[in-house]
């Protein structure tokens, strides 16, 4: 095991060990070693590893017992959703998972919107759109896009909701530079939300939860046929 930097140390070092964790290289159930010798292998004091073993203890990787050792836990069953944009680089298979979470809270919360959405909060949704389709390329798009369907959770007037949708984003951009397919051309992209944003502005919420669905769907598809993934 490498001696790590010393900066941010217990940031590196929590990392580190989701990292292994995630990977398989501690399996669920099993305990981990003793912690003098993980600290003297990774160049760190006790202090700073229990200060990362809590941090983990808290996202539901493990689980310490005084007088027993420190054990990783199945982080399916106990993991929050802050572990996503890690299990998404150790294996793209999650991304169908997120897609389908994200298609069913997306045209929840665009319903949502077109019932609860303020003047000026629709009058941003019609801004934030023109800039899909003014972008310059399919990154800025994508981009773009991403700040529509955040307005879109702000609009519902539920703070849950913004910080779900704050969530799946961020499960997606270690994905998201293989993900640009549906941007490439900006303003296929723009005519594509375009009805999501037009039903929430008429506060029409069936046709936005509608849309919303379908718009999901569509750059589900291309995303999924662009890495290969049926």
Same mark, same amino acid.
Do not use: C, M, W
């Given at each position: 095991m490498e001696t790590l930097p010393r900066e941010t140390i217990v940031d590196v070092l929590e990392n580190k060990l989701r990292e292994e964790i995630l990977a &398989?290289? %501690?399996?669920?159930?099993?305990?981990l070693p003793p912690e003098r010798e993980l600290a003297d292998g990774?160049?760190? @004091?006790? @202090? @700073?590893? !229990? %200060?990362?073993?809590?941090?983990?203890?808290?996202?539901?990787?493990?689980? @310490?017992r005084h007088g027993v050792g420190t054990r990783v836990r199945d982080f399916v069953r106990f993991g929050g959703a802050d572990l996503l944009p890690m299990l998404v680089r150790h294996s793209p298979d999650w991304l169908?998972?997120?897609?389908?979470?994200r298609r069913g809270i997306g045209a929840l919360i665009a319903e949502r919107a077109a019932m609860k959405a303020t003047p000026a909060q629709r009058g941003e949704l019609r801004s934030l759109l023109a800039a899909v &389709?003014?972008?310059?390329? &399919?990154g800025a798009a994508q981009l773009a896009d991403i700040e529509v369907?955040?307005?879109?959770?702000r609009a519902t007037g539920n703070r849950v909701y913004t910080l779900l949708t704050n969530t799946l984003f961020n499960a997606?951009?270690?994905m998201r530079a293989h993900l640009v397919a549906p941007f490439e051309d900006p303003r296929v992209a723009h005519a594509r939300l375009e009805p999501?944003?037009?039903?929430?502005?008429? &506060?029409?919420?069936?046709?936005? !939860?509608?849309? #919303?669905?379908?718009?999901? #769907?569509?750059t589900e598809r291309i995303m999924l046929d662009a890495l290969g993934i049926a």
């Open positions: &398989g290289n %501690h399996p669920a159930g099993s305990y990774y160049g760190v @004091t006790r @202090t @700073t590893l !229990k %200060h990362a073993f809590g941090r983990l203890v808290q996202s539901g990787l493990l689980e @310490t169908g998972e997120i897609f389908e979470v &389709g003014e972008a310059e390329d &399919g369907h955040r307005a879109l959770a997606y951009v270690p999501v944003v037009s039903a929430v502005d008429a &506060g029409d919420a069936k046709a936005a !939860k509608e849309a #919303a669905d379908a718009y999901l #769907a569509a």
